[in-house]
């Protein structure tokens, strides 16, 4: 009877028996199913645990979402009370002219197709499609809406969870030498934007260069790049 | 006919393999930036390349199933792949039968339910035809979509076997397919044993059925573990190359 916590850090892979619940209290989340007592492993990956949730982190493309995930996503149409919002999975979200801090029938949020809304995924069921929210738990705005000019750039979901880290090291490096301003979506796309249009290609390249590279090797590519784009004026 | 024997009297076959071996496996996996999944797979000469790309929307929203995935598997054989050049390579009735049987190998492994009013396409193209391709595609495309991450319950592996001169033989390429041996291709799930895929043409008896059947699960097994080496292998590399903040 080995509990799931045996092999969290590990690589499982499809198919593996990762462990064994006889109670309840434990959530499974993406990666994971349970046959009667034994959970077995769906997706290669590395077996994470936080607090109660257990999960397989992999690199994957393309995001599937889950409840709480913050995103980017783009306003592809409008329907009466509310938004479609495409934010990279298989069905496009629905986002709420309510679901704004302050919002009334009187007083509602005007977002033109096309825009850039960073929001929070309220509703995430497999039977449903999606719907977002542009207010946090508590309901205030918290930093969610529209993000005016700035560049967006796709990327893989585990380098977009990585820049979430307070001590991302290619972030926290950048903004030792530049002023600017980034969101994340953890569906693989990441806005950016700083003063000038030099600096904002500077940052989007610098973060997607930084995938693979250890912490010492994303320093000194951040310190080049910076110092390359500073001897150019 | 066959005008050299398939098994010298020493047991060796035509290219030096014992009748047990299984030819040389080389795998590649997450080949191509736009698609979820890729793999270059080469089992000995047959090489084939498989993208994956899913869950993502249904193209035709009639075809959508409300409670699952649908899975559209595409076969392909390259015009070069084969020693005569193809004319017609699309719509003919082998590659039309291929892209079914696969489709029908991964209906049964991927978790569908987990992604309703989706489609999943799994496109194979095989680059060089030696013999078993269908087992290699199978093999290709199960690597691709653990590449993409769409969830399965298991690995599939896939394993051809024949039958000469009162014994079985694994893994046949396209001289000893051709030299009227039968041809049994084997598709299993590595871990329960189940038997998702198997194919026969011509004929055997009952009693060497088994036996040949046995040979090429045994075949699966073998393969399943240079694929899961290879999969546990990459996605170490892809840890230890990004930070974790867990």
Avoid at chain 1, 9 to 18: F, K, L, M, Q, S
Avoid at chain 2, 32 to 50: H, I, M, P, W
Wanted: hydrophobic share 35%; aromatic share 6%; net charge neutral.
């Amino acid at each position: 009877m080995s509990s799931l916590t045996t092999k969290v850090n590990h690589v499982v892979t499809p198919g593996e028996t990762v462990g064994e619940v006889d109670k309840g209290g434990i959530r499974l989340g993406q990666g994971l199913i349970q046959y009667q007592n034994t959970v077995v492993a769906t997706k290669a990956g590395v077996l994470r645990s936080k607090n109660d949730s257990f999960f397989v982190e992999n690199n994957q493309k393309r995001y599937v979402p889950s409840v709480d995930d913050l995103v980017l996503g783009i306003i592809t149409s409008r329907l009466t009370e509310s938004w479609k919002v495409d934010i990279g999975c298989h069905e496009h979200a629905t986002l709420s002219m309510y679901s704004f801090e302050g919002a009334t029938k009187k007083n509602r949020a005007d977002l033109p197709v096309g825009s850039l809304v960073y929001c929070r995924v309220k509703v995430a069921s497999r039977d449903m499609e999606p719907e977002l929210s542009c207010m946090s738990v508590k309901g205030k705005k918290e930093g969610f809406g529209p993000l005016e000019g700035g560049y967006m750039v796709k990327c893989d979901t585990c380098l977009a969870r990585d820049c979430l880290a307070e001590d991302s090291t290619v972030l926290n490096a950048l903004g030792a030498s530049i002023p600017y301003e980034v969101a994340v979506g953890v569906n693989g796309r990441i806005w950016v934007k700083a003063t000038t249009i030099e600096n904002t290609i500077l940052v989007a390249n610098c973060i997607l260069n930084s995938q693979h590279m250890s912490p010492e090797q994303t320093q000194s590519m951040v310190q080049s790049m910076v110092r390359q784009n500073k001897s150019k004026r | 006919m066959a005008t050299r024997e398939l098994v010298s009297p020493e047991g060796l076959r035509i290219d030096g393999r014992r009748p047990n071996e299984v030819r040389q496996l080389m795998i590649k996996m997450g080949l191509f930036n736009r698609a979820d999944g890729s793999c270059y797979y080469e089992q000995g000469n047959t090489k084939v390349l498989v993208a994956v790309y899913g869950p993502r929307e249904v193209t035709h929203s009639a075809r959508a199933k409300h409670d699952r995935a649908v899975i559209n598997c595409e076969y392909n054989m390259a015009p070069f792949s084969t020693g005569e050049h193809k004319k017609k390579s699309k719509g003919s009735r082998r590659q039309a039968e291929l892209s079914l049987v696969i489709q029908q190998v991964f209906e049964a492994v991927i978790l569908t339910e987990l992604a309703p009013r989706s489609q999943i396409d799994i496109y194979l193209q095989v680059l060089q035809a030696d013999g078993g391709t269908r087992c290699a595609c199978i093999n290709a495309a199960c690597l691709a979509i653990i590449d993409a991450g769409i969830p399965m319950k298991d690995f599939v592996v896939a394993c051809a076997a024949g039958y000469y001169d009162k014994s079985p033989i694994v893994d046949l390429n396209f001289y000893e397919d051709s030299s009227g041996s039968p041809d049994m291709p084997v598709a299993i799930l590595p871990k329960s044993g189940t038997i998702t895929m198997l194919q026969m043409d011509s004929k055997l008896h009952t009693e060497t059925f088994e036996a040949v059947m046995e040979c090429a699960v045994d075949g699966c097994q073998k393969i399943y573990e240079v694929m899961l080496s290879a999969v546990r292998s990459r996605t170490q590399e892809l840890v230890n190359s990004n930070s974790s903040n867990f």
